[in-house]
């Protein structure tokens, strides 16, 4: 079955930098457009970054110019590269697909931005 596993959160100063990983199992990794979304407390799940199997990328504008989403398809696995954190960045990141008529979730990681 389809599984993502999600990596690399942790706690960051302001300023700092981490980087996201989403392990994918269980489909044809390389081909539907794998995305990151976030869930700060007691707001909606948001979206951050997505990327197509031709590599085409999009952003949200709160994290666009510091953020960078990437894949491998050699490992089936999509990063986050996320630099200059905001206290406002700290969130739940997930990671997400679609294949067909079916969304699948990770079961997320934190990120948390505080001094």
């Known amino acids: 079955q389809v599984q993502l596993v999600e990596s690399g959160g942790g706690l960051v100063q302001p300023g700092g930098s981490l980087r996201l990983s989403c392990a994918a199992s269980?489909?044809?990794?390389?081909?539907?457009?794998m995305s990151w979304y976030r869930q700060a407390p007691g707001k909606a799940r948001e979206f951050v970054a997505r990327?197509?199997?031709?590599?085409?990328?999009s952003y949200a504008d709160s994290v666009k110019g510091r953020t960078t989403i990437s894949r491998s398809n050699a490992e089936n696995t999509v990063y986050l590269q996320m630099s200059a954190l905001r206290p406002e960045d700290t969130a739940v990141y997930y990671c997400?697909?679609?294949?067909?008529?079916?969304?699948?979730w990770g079961q997320g990681t934190q990120v948390t931005v505080s001094s």
């Open positions: 997400r697909v679609a294949i067909g008529p079916k969304t699948y």
């Open positions: 269980g489909f044809t990794f390389r081909s539907p457009a």
């Open positions: 990327i197509t199997s031709g590599e085409t990328t």
